[in-house]
């Protein structure tokens, strides 16, 4: 996802990352004293909690279980001066972005709803809806979900939990989307599910394209990195689909699959490695 956009900027539960830093900084108890301003990694998602041990500990760094500086007081990071982080961590892989998402979308407590809920639509959980955009008949909420503005959510659709969706999408007819994050402008029309996945902007899914997110053996995932196969750590975990990609319909998407920006699939298409358009 980093082909289209900075890190930093991309939107976690439709707040970008650099505001959700921000957010961190003015919920933790930064109090010490003349002490020199936090520095921050531009890719890193941080817990108020660990900024606030940060400021309190004889500690001048914040890292992640790599040793990886994530927060740091004075000019510089110091690895004479390190403190682990309890809930925080460095983004390195888009999967990174779906575990951001789930702690964000879970964490909220309440949510205005600023656009327009049917009554035959039913919502269990906690529902944020941005102006504009319309829930329509059939639709069923289960969990906490973000929904940005002037978007059409259904009829007739399934949002799981800890799901973020952005402004002007369009979620349709026998659409499941579960623990995902899709971005602007992106169409999952009909008869398609999107599981443990990151949908870019302006995707549009054709009819019955399906994303895989579990393999039979129940082991985690593994995703390629360059030449490397990573493992994600992830038990489930669908793709990664970036900016304007099209598919066919009945496209099927293996586990751990990325899309690269701008590509397409043809009709009954199946997705068995990264897709660069050109297989």
């Known amino acids: 996802m980093s082909l289209t956009r900075r890190i930093e900027d991309f939107p976690i539960g439709n707040i970008p990352l650099w505001q959700h830093q921000q957010a961190a900084l003015a919920q933790a108890r ?24 940060l400021a309190a500990a004889a500690a001048t760094t914040l890292t992640d279980e790599f040793l990886t500086p994530l927060a740091w007081r004075g000019a510089a990071p110091d690895p004479l001066r390190m403190l682990p982080a ?6 390195r892989y888009p999967w990174d972005l779906l575990r951001a998402n789930e702690i964000h979308v879970a964490g909220l407590e309440s949510a205005p709803l600023e656009g327009e809920v049917h009554g035959l639509a039913v919502v269990e959980g906690i529902l944020r809806l941005g102006p504009g955009s319309r829930i329509l008949p059939g639709v069923f909420i289960e969990g906490n979900v973000v929904i940005g503005a002037n978007c059409r959510i259904g009829p007739n659709c399934y949002l799981r939990g800890n799901t973020s969706i952005g402004d002007e999408c369009r979620i349709g007819q026998a659409v499941e989307l579960k623990n995902s994050l899709v971005l602007s402008r992106t169409c999952v029309g009909h008869l398609s599910y999107v599981g443990d996945s990151v949908l870019g902007e302006a995707v549009n899914f054709g009819a019955g394209t399906l994303i895989s997110n579990f393999r039979h053996d129940g082991k985690s995932h593994r995703s390629m990195v360059g030449d490397r196969l990573v493992d994600t750590g992830r038990q489930k975990f669908g793709a990664i689909v970036g900016d304007h990609v099209h598919t066919g319909i009945h496209t099927t998407i293996y586990p751990g699959r990325k899309l690269w ?3 397409l699939t043809r009709p009954a298409q199946i997705v068995q490695r990264d897709w660069h358009g050109d297989d």
């Not at 109090?31 to 041990?53: E, I, M, R, S």
């Open 30 to 53: 930064l109090t010490v004293p003349d002490a020199p301003p936090l520095t921050l990694h531009p890719h890193a998602w941080l817990a108020a909690q660990d900024l606030t041990a």
């Open 86 to 91: 309890m809930a925080s961590f460095l983004i």
């Open 261 to 263: 920006p701008h590509t």
